[in-house]
């Protein structure tokens, strides 16, 4: 898609690009994430029950346990809210890039809605550019948030069990 096909989208695109550059930022600081949170490996368990029992005397064990798990589960979540609004406003903007564009097009043809004399509706395509953009940036938002998801659920899972356990598993 280039520059023409840009522009061909309309001002709209201008936000859809926006979008895009942002869903592809949340994209590269949530894989270099997970690539520090070391998937596979025993590190976030370990650290985790270090922190628990270092816990002061007179701080019950479950509540720090909740408290600790909360900042964990935020910290896994990041950019998701972010991620799942772009599902929505993504062809949304794209719709709206459309239907001006058919508007536009419209106005050109006339109240008779005819084609110039020697004119062709090759072009008329291009008005659809927008909508494209927008589905392809709420799919990839939402295949993002889908794979954040369920890294930070079954993440969860392992740190929830162990705390329970009190140690963290076998590799």
Known sequence: MGFSA????GPVMVPLLLLSIVVL???V??????RRWG????????????????????????SREALELGQLDAAMGQGEVVLEAATLIGP???????????????????PQLTLPSGG??????????????????????ATLLRINQGLRQSQ????ELACLRGEPDAP
């Not at 840009?6 to 989208?9: A, P």
């Not at 969860?156 to 740190?159: G, M, S, V, Y």
């Open 25 to 27: 930022s949340i994209g």
């Open 29 to 34: 600081e949530r894989f270099r994430f997970w």
């Open 6 to 9: 840009l522009r061909s989208g």
């Open 92 to 110: 949304l903007l794209g719709l709206i890039g459309t239907v001006s564009g058919l508007m536009r097009i419209l106005a050109e043809l006339g």
């Open 39 to 62: 998937l596979g490996t025993h590190r976030q368990e370990r650290q985790l029950l270090d922190v628990l029992q270092s816990t002061e005397v007179g701080v019950p064990r479950r």
């Open 120 to 141: 062709s509706v090759v072009g008329y395509g291009q008005v659809l550019v927008s909508t494209l953009m927008g589905l392809v940036v709420a799919l990839i938002a």
């Open 156 to 159: 969860r899972r392992r740190l």
